[in-house]
């Protein structure tokens, strides 16, 4: 587990870790559909001790466009986000946006109120503090929450537990399984 936590730090660049604290899987890139791998933030994040990851539901996706679960699948290009540094401070600043097959679609995850179980759905990109999240590494390493910039008290989570195709939201902060993330490794290169 310790190396899928390393591996998500090292890929996102969420933040130092102390030396010695790097094993040799420290490279492990997210799994995504083999069009998405060109980009070294290309793929999508996973519920702690799932297979579930972040996806879209349409198949021609627009402005509002719920963010759902679905079982990971190579072949799904629905899970193809493109995680981008918002402010180049390196502080796991990110907004994550759809890029199906590596294809910049130019909406990204979006929340759309400040308010506990909002939905998430895809809107246009523009750097709003409503698409701004950062990783917490959780005391226990096991994961990351995803920490709403716009309520910092908020994270995003599976309202449903782990119910594919319901529809991701923010909520308080809790530290539970629902809200703890790791990038997607469930598949080899």
């Not at 936590?5 to 083999?34: C, D, M, R, Y």
Request: aromatic share 10%; hydrophobic share 35%.
């Amino acid at each position: 587990m310790h190396k899928y936590i390393i591996g998500a730090a090292a890929a996102f660049g969420l933040l130092a870790l102390p030396l010695g604290a790097v094993e040799a899987n420290a490279s492990v890139k997210p799994a995504a559909t083999f069009s998405c791998r060109g980009d070294g933030f290309c793929g999508s994040q996973e519920e702690v001790n799932t297979h579930l990851v972040w996806a879209v539901a349409a198949s021609s996706p627009k402005s509002n466009t719920p963010v759902v679960l679905q079982y990971f699948s190579n072949a799904r290009s629905s899970q193809d986000f493109i995680a981008t540094d918002i402010n180049g401070l390196g502080d796991g600043t990110k907004r994550f946006q759809f890029a199906p097959n590596d294809d910049k679609s130019g909406l990204c995850i979006s929340q759309p109120k400040a308010t506990a179980y909002t939905r998430l759905v895809l809107r246009p990109c523009n750097n709003s503090v409503f698409q701004q999240f950062r990783a917490e590494p959780s005391p226990d390493w096991s994961g990351y929450a995803w920490v709403s910039l716009q309520d910092s008290s908020l994270v995003i989570q599976d309202g449903s537990f782990r119910g594919v195709g319901n529809q991701l939201n923010v909520g308080p902060n809790t530290w539970g399984d629902n809200q703890l993330w790791n990038d997607n490794t469930s598949s080899t290169p």
